[in-house]
């Protein structure tokens, strides 16, 4: 299996609900390095696994929606917690609707595996791997 | 599939029998930091793999038994190379053990498998990964 | 000249006042992964710049005041940008209080320079470095 | 499953044919920081999953071949495009073919899985994972 | 004395004359992920001691000249090698042209030093830090 | 001011003598990461700081004394803890004496300032920096 990975990151605020929480139930942030691999068996008649400039500027506008916001406040989150694996799972989402979309070019199309890791801090991250198949 | 993963270090001296590990058979020693990363299918009803502080917690309880040590003279390890590799599957099966105690937490129970990688220098790591329902 | 780095981090939310800024006006958060490096032209008898458990201990509990928290909100910051470089300046500031108070041992006197460095991202970080002795 | 990652780096020069290059169509090079993966279900007599020593020369042996290069000219990648995923898969064929010379000792004949990832700059990299018994 | 730093990258083609070069003298390439850091005694009205986003923008403008380049064949630098130090000077130079020009904006004339880090690889590195007023 | 910089590491055993150590008093071990910076204030004739095959190799030899040992039997180092700051020294003592046998070059003897970093973790080190010219 081959992959690519390409790295940005977003700077949001948000609160937690949950006693499981504890001190993050009060208004907080984070900055989330965000690392996304995506895998597919073979390369394309490039020699490539995608068109790295169109995964990073996918990634780009895909985290711009996010970025500098209190997501407390974000529609599509309301009633859930916007935690690093669940935001793991968001960026996952919303990357296979960007390949189905064709955002990262028709050769994205045979991308099989997407993995999506947040870094939170230099002790801690999270990550959601799925199948591009697969119904979110 | 999530995951969370979390970070720590310990700081021991040992040595290894057989030809096959030349100076390092002399006494000496090593910094191992430590990543657990641990993956669940689904996310709790918080949003979340795992409770992070008392994954966190468990993680430097069970490190704090062999921090500072000279691992030759620790009976659970008698006649064992402690290899890096051998240490990764050593705290696996110790947090495997904490999970069936309950130490990290009830949902801590639908944890599905758990990656340990000790990093020993800037260019050298050993993991094991492994489900945590086998049997050790 | 000798010094010991110590690193931890804080998680919280805030937003800036002036153009300058741009979306970075509005409510979001960063992680701050924050390094205090001590310097001093001499080891004590110890052979040590500080005691490193008493400066750990010093840089968690001076950053548990701003961790977890909306820094528009803290009275301390009011009418100011807590941008990266001036939340740097106030570790500083706190830590020389904390060294004055003896909280990291009589030693910790002798430590002549202290740099901070808050990082941001991983493309992005500020510092701030002054002399112990000099007025805040 | 155990794994033992070791570490090393290789500074080239080369071109890319197709649109979907742009500007890295021209003359341009790169350092690729590898790291090599090397997987098996149980440890040595030894209690390693390989003499570490040896992989690493293997690994430096095998990049110097390619190091300080222009890959353009290298016979072996004639119009091919040597893109890190492409380089990675290269690394993974020569390992193999030194598993099966010996060069890794004998008993990294039981090596199950190879993973060779490649980073070509802090914000991107590349992999190639296999298993060592697939036909190239 | 504040500072903040900010990272951007480069991927280049060159050689080297000269015996001390070994097997570089031959056409090879690098990656350097450089790291900018703009220092002054104090921070300016907003609390910053540059605009990060017009630092940051200045920066990939200045390497956009040398990137994906083979720089056997920059005119600028005929006759030169362009050794990963002279690289860190060429940064540095011309960001002090650019803080002359007014690039990083009015405020960014009270930056006193600059220091330009250029990362080969994860082994080696190399710096140039010099004062903006002393001439080029 | 120019500078290169070269890593390389070392895994020793070690105990310390003191109250302030707590469990570190006990035989344990550490791999440092070690950064060695060394500073002159113009270029040689060829471009460089420091012919940084050699100034590595230097360094290798010097830590291969220590590689693989317990500290507490180094005859050197006989009533000293070797803290990390003390050893950063003692690899800038040697790195001196290195250059003044010649070991780097000629050319080396033009180099102003060494700074060593020893990384202990990923969460602490210590350094020395000095002038090459000043009395060990």
Do not use: C, W
């Not at 960007?98 to 199309?109: E, F, K, S």
């Not at 997407?114 to 230099?122: C, P």
């Amino acid at each position: 299996m081959y992959s690519v990975t390409v790295r940005d990151h977003v700077m949001i605020a948000h609160s937690f609900t949950g006693q499981v929480f504890g001190p993050a139930q009060r208004l907080h942030g984070a900055t989330f390095v965000v690392d996304v691999e995506l895998k597919r068996p073979s390369l394309d008649a490039d020699g490539i696994v995608v068109d790295i400039g169109k995964a990073s500027d996918t990634l780009r506008q895909l985290l711009a929606d996010i970025n500098y916001r209190n997501l407390d406040e974000v529609p599509a989150f309301a009633g859930r917690n916007t935690t690093t694996e669940f935001l793991a799972r968001v960026v996952f989402d919303r990357l296979v609707a960007a390949i189905q979309r064709g955002d990262l070019g028709p050769g994205a199309r045979d991308i099989d595996t997407i993995r999506v890791t947040l870094h939170e801090s230099h002790v801690a991250s999270a990550s959601f791997e799925g199948r591009v198949s697969d119904p979110a």
